[in-house]
């Protein structure tokens, strides 16, 4: 069965950076769309970042010019680069194959004010 495994979450203070990764197995990743999606506490899951099998990218408004979406098809591993943080990127983040064919379990970020 498809696994998507998320890992990299934690608490962060304001302005600080994390990294998330994704690792797939049991799917062709290299022809999978990615991406990250994140739900924060009492609000609807959304689209943060994605990424299409051709390497086009597309950002969340309010992600845009701090995080950064890319893959490596031989690790079968998409990265989330998360900078300049602030408290209301506290959410879990889910990454997703497909446009949400697959998802992973989720990965807690905590940023503290």
């Known amino acids: 069965q498809v696994q998507l495994v998320e890992s990299g979450g934690g608490l962060v203070q304001a302005g600080g950076s994390l990294r998330l990764s994704c690792t797939a197995s049991?799917?062709?990743?290299?022809?999978?769309?990615m991406e990250w999606y994140r739900q924060a506490p009492g609000k609807q899951r959304e689209l943060a970042a994605g990424i299409t099998s051709g390497y086009n990218t597309e950002y969340a408004d309010s992600v845009k010019g701090r995080f950064t979406i890319s893959r490596d098809n031989a690790k079968n591993t998409v990265f989330l680069q998360m900078t300049s943080l602030k408290p209301e990127d506290t959410a879990v983040y889910y990454c997703?194959?497909?446009?949400?064919?697959?998802w992973g379990k989720g990965t807690l970020v905590t940023v503290s004010s």
């Open positions: 049991r799917i062709v990743f290299k022809n999978y769309a």
């Open positions: 997703a194959a497909g446009r949400g064919i697959y």
